[in-house]
T-cell receptor
Framework: EAGVTQSPTHLIKTRGQQATLRCSPI?????VYWYQQALGLGLQFLLW???????NRGNFPPRFSGRQFPNYSSELNVNALELEDSALYLC????????????FGAGTRLSVL | GQQVMQIPQYQHVQEGEDFTTYCNSS?????IQWYKQRPGGHPVFLIQ?????EVKKQKRLTFQFGEAKKNSSLHITATQTTDVGTYFC????????????FGAGTRLFVKA
């Protein structure tokens, strides 16, 4: 069974540009979570999608947005990139039952120059 | 707001020594999960605790959930170099809608 896949692996952008990160959940999983992990730091919750809808949002500005598609894959968009947006962005999926286990992808390393 | 505090932030041990990381929530949790992230890797689920006072073991790892369901611990007996990484707890609560809150993690260094 394929795990959570994220693309691209690495992404290099310049300040002010926009970045799009993609995530494909484990087959059968309906929930997708996005986290930001700055170098050497913890996981900062960004967004939670379930059944195509945004269920919860972390303490991030509106230029961080996303969506979930009918096939449960998801996109994270970051507009007007700033240097401090440089981080590992992790996607996790779960079966959407609530008190469930999150399975993480390998992440997208975003570098903003 | 709801918080999950995890201590210590870092721990250096000699191989063979024991290690413990603690997780404390400001609110009662419905359950708690533990994840391990190896250097350069992504978090991997280790275990979930649901019941008050629950204790679970995985080989040298012992996980506990407090009686009040507000704290948890992970204890590793006789650490090995393969234990190196960051251990995260993640508390889940149904208050105000389902939420998972990750602790900041404890980074474990093991010296051979």
């Amino acid at each position: 069974e394929a795990g959570v896949t994220q693309s691209p692996t690495h992404l290099i952008k310049t300040r002010g540009q926009q970045a799009t990160l993609r995530c494909s959940p484990i087959s059968g999983h309906t929930s997708v979570y996005w986290y930001q992990q700055a170098l050497g730091l913890g996981l900062q919750f960004l967004l939670w999608y379930d059944e195509g809808e945004e269920r919860n949002r972390g303490n991030f500005p509106p230029r961080f947005s996303g969506r979930q598609f009918p096939n449960y894959s998801s996109e994270l968009n970051v507009n007007a990139l700033e240097l401090e947006d440089s981080a590992l962005y992790l996607c996790a999926s779960s079966d959407g039952t609530g008190e469930d286990i999150q399975y993480f992808g390998a992440g997208t390393r975003l570098s903003v120059l | 707001g709801q918080q999950v505090m995890q201590i210590p932030q870092y721990q250096h041990v000699q191989e063979g020594e024991d290690f413990t990381t603690y997780c404390n929530s400001s609110t009662t949790l419905s359950n708690i999960q533990w994840y391990k992230q190896r250097p350069g890797g992504h978090p991997v689920f280790l275990i979930q605790l649901v019941k008050s006072g629950e204790v679970k073991k995985q080989k040298r790892l012992t996980f506990q959930f407090g009686e009040a369901k507000k704290n948890s611990s992970l204890h590793i007996t006789a650490t090995q170099t393969t234990d190196v990484g960051t251990y995260f707890c993640a508390g889940q609560t149904l208050t105000g809608g389902f939420k998972t809150i990750f602790g900041a993690g404890t980074r474990l260094f093991v010296k051979a």
